[in-house]
């Protein structure tokens, strides 16, 4: 069974949680990359940035549903509204990255890889060794791993 040291990818292009928004766009395009893993001074993992992160600034902000109780109002869903604004002014990575990060082994075997990205719905899985990022595997890895079997 192959596991995540036979697929990954060990060149990992990573961002500090400093780095600016624009930096990390243009990160993006230069790698032709969905995300990154944001790292510290040491290398160790803070946190996962993707595409979806950057897409996330520019959506429509909904507004929260008001229920009118008596004659009190009471507004539904406040708090997913501070994150969103929260989010849509963000400046440094670090104000946009998703800080609860799902990660790997080297030794995680293909299988595992595949139903954590399928239940959780993960693109890119970092891979530790020692709390620090050696590696990464997204969806690409797994269906090359596919096409190549096929």
């Known amino acids: 069974m192959l596991k995540a040291k036979d697929i990954m990818s060990k060149d990992v292009v990573t961002i500090q949680a ?21 790292v510290d001074d040491k ?22 549903t008001i229920i009118r109780l008596f004659d009190a109002f009471i507004p539904l869903g406040l708090g997913r509204m501070e994150e969103e604004i929260k989010k849509m002014a963000a ?9 609860k990060v799902v990660s790997i082994t080297e030794e995680t075997p293909l299988d595992e890889i595949a139903t954590i990205m ?16 050696v590696g990464i595997v997204g969806k690409a890895d797994i269906v090359g791993v596919m096409a190549s079997e096929a």
């Open 118 to 133: 399928a239940e959780k719905k993960i693109h890119l899985l970092p891979v530790l060794r020692n709390g620090a990022v």
């Open 18 to 38: 400093e780095a600016t928004v624009e930096e990390l766009a243009r990160l993006l395009i230069q790698h032709k990359i969905s995300g990154v893993p944001v």
């Open 43 to 64: 290398g160790v993992l803070a946190g996962v940035v993707t595409e979806n992160d950057l897409i996330s600034q520019n959506k429509r902000l909904h507004i929260p």
């Open 91 to 99: 400046i440094t990575v670090a104000e946009i990255c998703n800080k």
